[in-house]
Antibody, heavy 121, light 110 residues
């Protein structure tokens, strides 16, 4: 069964950075995109961005542009989400998941277990 | 940026049928496939429908999705208490080349 395994939860100070990892598989990094979605307390699901590891294409939501970096290490089949200049509003559970590479058909059918990021002074 | 509009909440009794709606635009639902997710806090979101009307393996046929123009619906028949949760629609937004999620509908089975 396909699994995505994310890094452990973390507590960080405002203004700092966090890097969340998502261990996938060779099949995923070669044939799928990895998307990142978060859910803040009391809020809905929010798309953060995506990376297509095999072609190196990344895209992030406008509100995160300049503050997030999406990368992948194809040798270890691991995707990473880095968020900089954290604010209290970045407190959320961050999920990675796979989707087909053609965004017209976007749907996340396999998800990681989630990484809780708490921003606290 | 476009939005996908969902009613915030819905409640129904066990055994009943509910319809969760999702309204978009031509740049979202109107010209891209829709997917639906159920999310219970403390767990990972679960795909319950994709490509407008397809059901993943393991999702019972009580769940059915459809789309007409720029609106989509997820119907759940013979409701069970285990169907409770927050349901989200999503699609690609061709206008700005991003994914967009609806605001979510909290389903309560009384």
């Amino acid at each position: 069964q396909v699994q995505l395994v994310q890094s452990e939860s973390d507590v960080l100070k405002p203004g700092s950075s966090v890097k969340v990892s998502c261990k996938t598989s060779a099949d995923i990094v070669n044939n799928y995109s990895v998307h990142w979605v978060r859910r803040a307390p009391g809020q809905g699901l929010e798309w953060v961005g995506k990376i297509a590891p095999s072609v190196g294409i990344t895209k992030s939501a406008d509100r995160f542009r300049g503050r997030v970096t999406l990368t992948a290490d194809t040798s270890t089949a691991t995707a990473f989400l880095e968020v900089r200049r954290l604010t209290f509003d970045d407190t959320a559970v961050y999920f990675c998941g796979r989707s087909v590479m053609n965004d017209f058909y976007f749907h996340m059918d396999v998800w990681g277990q989630g990484t809780t990021v708490v921003v606290s002074s | 940026q476009s939005v996908l509009t969902q009613s915030p909440s819905l409640s129904a009794a066990p055994g009943q049928r509910v319809i969760i709606s999702c309204s978009g635009t031509s740049s979202t639902i109107g010209n891209n496939y829709v997917s639906w997710y159920r999310h219970l806090p403390g767990s990972s979101p679960e795909l319950v429908a994709f490509n407008d009307d397809k059901r993943p393996s393991g999702i019972p046929d009580r769940f059915s999705a459809s789309k007409s123009r720029s609106s989509a619906t997820l119907a759940i028949a013979a409701l069970q208490t285990g169907d409770e949760g927050d349901y989200f629609c999503a699609s690609w937004d061709s206008g700005v080349s991003t994914v967009i999620f609806g605001g979510g509908t909290r389903l309560t089975v009384l």
